[in-house]
């Protein structure tokens, strides 16, 4: 199972979930996630769906280039980090 | 009387006691605020925050309470990518207004990248007024104090809320007398100093810095132009262009209209828009008390060396008695006036950088 780490920064705002999904690509995982905690979508995803500006994924060391889609695949032990990028202050 | 200021870094709440203004409670401290609301409806107040990295925010703290609650926020509709210059997402709520009074609820907000928002139910919900989001001429509306259109002035008209007039940057006035379904360009007799000049009357790529509606004469409206001052007294029918005398410039981002009072206005100069600080680094707030036929410089307990504070457009209010003002600049200094602006004093200066000053 891919599992999801937040940054700590968002539980200013929101629950901060870890969570463990079973889903073979970054969109399905996030889905995962706002299933736990739906106000963390409006945090992370901007209103068409693409990753905001100012958040970064890291899936396995690697950043996630592209903002929308988001179909990144996974592996079934895959680390997704969502973090602040350090461009938004 | 209380006062709330929005911040870069936290929503700051002010008290009137013994005759002066004290900071007291603070709310998100440590987070960029773009706009804050005080309902007199119901007594609620929303603070409006813009997330640097997690988007835009809304909270609401019903009256008689301390905590605040998030609400749903102004979101676009889902959209292809097409031609459209203007990415259709969320990038800040620039202005925020109550309905009528008859219109219990209904709050309006104006967002970048230039959608006007409706609420009918205290912000649990929002709706993109598809009217004006629709007409072919948004097309036209050019960024102006950010990279993209947006709407920083909403001028309900007290005596019928359905009449409404917008101030964007830049897309000049448009205005509706149905509620919002009907939009008419309302900027005629604007000029635009920065266009090419057979593009300078284009009404629809005006830069109203701000625009303010008189209470009492709900037809008279002020605006703070890109490169000048304007009133128009037929309700944005048509736009007068008023002349300052020399020494006082008239550039500047703020206006506030007298409640009771149509030929009162105060402004806060600033060089020009290619230099945005005090002329001679002393600070002074203009006013007009005959309809803008003279000005005059009120300077009395302002900084009048050394100082290069910039009023923004949200940083200028008026007390509903049209006595009391509070002054507020991007570089954290805040001044109060208990009479008409002819003295000033200063409440803190180490405030955030400060975008916007309500009375509540």
């Known amino acids: 199972m891919a599992r999801l780490i937040f940054t700590q920064q968002l539980s200013r705002f929101t629950e901060v979930p870890e969570v463990e999904a079973l889903a073979d690509n970054l969109r399905d995982a996030l889905e995962a996630a706002f299933q736990v905690n739906p106000a963390l979508r409006g945090y992370i995803l901007d209103e068409q769906g693409d990753l905001r500006f100012h958040v970064v994924v890291f899936i396995d060391g690697k950043r996630v280039m592209q903002r929308s889609g988001l179909r990144d695949p996974l592996s079934s032990n895959s680390q997704v980090y969502v973090l602040q990028a350090l461009s938004g202050g | 009387m209380k006062a709330m200021v929005a911040t870069r870094k936290g929503l700051f709440e002010l008290i009137h006691i013994g005759g002066k203004w004290k900071l007291d409670q603070i709310s998100f401290l440590g987070e960029p605020l773009s706009m804050c609301l005080h309902d007199k409806r119901d007594g609620a107040v929303y603070a409006a925050l813009n997330l ?131 939009w008419k360009l309302c900027a005629s007799g604007m000029h635009a100093a920065y266009m090419p000049p ?37 309700d944005a029918a048509s736009w007068q262009q008023l002349h300052l005398p020399e020494g006082i410039p008239d550039f500047g981002f703020a206006v506030a209209a007298h409640p009771r009072n149509p030929d009162v206005a105060w402004f806060v100069p600033a060089v020009a828009d290619q230099k945005r600080v005090p002329l001679h680094g002393a600070m002074s707030v203009t006013r007009t008390r005959d309809g803008g036929k ?67």
């Open chain 2, 52 to 182: 640097g990295h997690f988007g835009v925010k809304l909270h609401r703290r019903d009256e008689g309470r301390d905590d605040w609650t998030e609400i749903a926020v102004p979101a676009y509709p889902e959209h292809a990518k097409t031609e459209d210059d203007v990415e259709w997402k969320l990038k800040a709520i620039w202005s925020m207004e109550t309905g009528g009074g008859d219109e219990p609820g209904v709050l309006w907000a104006g967002t970048l990248p230039g959608g006007l928002f409706r609420s009918a139910d205290r912000g649990n919900s929002w709706e993109l007024v598809r009217s004006l989001w629709d007409k072919e001429e948004r097309k036209e509306w050019m960024g102006g104090g950010y990279d993209t259109p947006g709407i920083h002035s909403i001028c309900v008209n007290p005596r019928n809320p359905q009449h409404i007039l917008l101030g964007i940057s830049c897309g000049g006035a448009w205005k509706t007398e149905d509620g919002g379904k009907y």
């Open chain 2, 294 to 360: 003279t000005f005059e410089s009120l300077r009395n307990g302002l900084p009048q060396q050394d100082c290069y504070d910039l009023v923004y457009r949200h940083g200028l209010a008026v007390s509903e008695n049209g006595k009391n003002l509070l002054m507020a600049s991007t570089t954290g200094n805040l001044w109060a006036s208990e009479n008409e602006g002819d003295d000033w004093y200063q409440i803190s200066a180490n405030l955030p950088p400060i975008y916007a000053v309500k009375f509540y």
């Open chain 2, 198 to 234: 057979d593009l300078a009357d284009k009404q629809n790529i005006q830069d109203p810095h701000l625009i303010t509606r008189s209470k009492f004469a709900s037809h008279v409206l002020w605006c703070q132009h890109h490169n000048g001052i304007w009133r128009s007294e037929d």
